[in-house]
């Protein structure tokens, strides 16, 4: 199986959790990997090449961009798996513009704007693999998360206007759908939920694992195998579809 080895990848959000998960899966399986993030200190401590810079302004994601290219060669995988959670979110009526634009900027203006940079060579060399880390929010909306959620589906939207766009070229594009997955993110989640109920964190996070089947919440590691399948040679039959990892539960 080629899977993804001798390709180049670059792995957005990729200083902790799902996107640490997925870049050190794909250097163990033989890819040039780049990882990508804000914090300089993280990316650094995974021993991967990396690029610092803010993904949700024009100017990070070309230098993201030009610095994969100049570094490791023509990228043949990006997986978009940036993003800002809902924590600090409110109700529709009260939710402030500010944090609006600012879950837009980067859960969906920053992904397309990588993806369009990236995209020209795909379709040009005649390969490519995107993968994007939605989540079941895209699908089924949470409360008190109406940027989020919006940001969400509008990234569904992006995956599969790049299907129907570049699937002549031979490039597949395709988005997973974590439900809760114990990341950074989701811990900043869950203790301002225990601020605000009484309950403590762990109760939080059994609460959570209560609504699959399998009674506890995916792995990282879960949702980066998913991520490896569709980014490999293998996938080349799957593209548009928005990929549910949740241990059998839709939120």
């Known amino acids: 199986m080629a899977g993804v080895e001798g390709r180049v990848a670059l792995v957005t959000g990729a200083g902790r959790g799902i996107g640490l998960e997925t870049a050190k899966l794909f250097a163990s399986r033989g890819a040039r990997v780049m ?22 302004t024009a100017e990070g994601c070309e230098q993201t961009f030009n610095e994969t290219e100049a570094r490791l060669g023509p990228i043949d995988i990006f997986v978009c798996n940036h993003g ?7 109700v529709v009526w009260e939710q402030d513009r500010d944090s609006w634009y600012q879950t837009m900027r980067i859960n969906l ?21 995107m993968v994007f ?15 989020y959620n919006i940001s969400k589906h509008g990234l569904l939207g992006l995956m599969r206007s ?48 209560s609504g699959y089947p399998a009674g506890r919440v995916a792995t990282p590691g879960e949702v980066a195998e998913m991520i490896a399948f569709l980014a490999s040679e293998e996938s080349s039959g799957v593209s548009a579809q928005a990929i549910t990892v949740a241990l059998g539960g839709i939120c």
């Open 84 to 90: 800002i959670g809902s924590a600090h979110e409110k």
């Open 162 to 209: 790049v299907a129907e766009d570049a699937g002549a070229f031979n490039v597949t594009s395709n988005a997973v759908l974590p439900g809760w997955v114990r990341t950074e993110m989701a811990e900043r989640s869950a203790r301002e939920k225990a601020r605000n109920t009484g309950m403590t964190v762990d109760e939080v996070w059994k609460e959570r694992a």
């Open 133 to 147: 880390t939605a989540s079941t929010a895209g699908e089924h909306a949470e409360p008190e998360s109406c940027a």
């Open 35 to 56: 990882v990508a993030a804000r914090s300089k200190d993280e990316l650094a401590a995974t021993g991967l090449e990396y690029v610092a810079a803010d993904l949700g």
């Open 109 to 129: 203006e920053g992904p397309f704007l990588l993806t369009r940079l990236i995209l020209k060579g795909m379709v040009k060399r005649g390969y490519g693999r």
